[in-house]
């Protein structure tokens, strides 16, 4: 793996995925899914299966 140093130019990624990589539009589609929903990582319930931060968050903040 190369790692760059280099700022991004662009305003937004889409990401088309499954649950690996669902930041909410699943919960949007199908009711808002059981505890704990993202309160590990970002303390309060932010609509998400997954506990934490998915492989898009690390993408977007590097």
């Known amino acids: 793996?190369?790692?760059?140093s280099?700022?991004?130019?662009f305003p937004a990624i889409?990401?088309?995925g499954d649950?690996?990589?669902d930041t909410g539009g699943l919960s949007a589609a199908f009711g808002q899914?059981?505890?704990p929903y993202g309160e590990s990582f970002f303390h309060h319930p932010v609509g998400r299966y997954c506990?934490?931060?998915l492989i898009v968050d690390f993408i977007g903040t590097n």
């Open 14 to 16: 889409f990401n088309f």
């Open 19 to 21: 649950s690996n990589s």
């Open 6 to 9: 280099r700022k991004c130019d």
């Open 33 to 35: 899914p059981g505890y």
């Open 51 to 53: 506990d934490g931060r």
């Open 1 to 4: 793996v190369v790692a760059h």
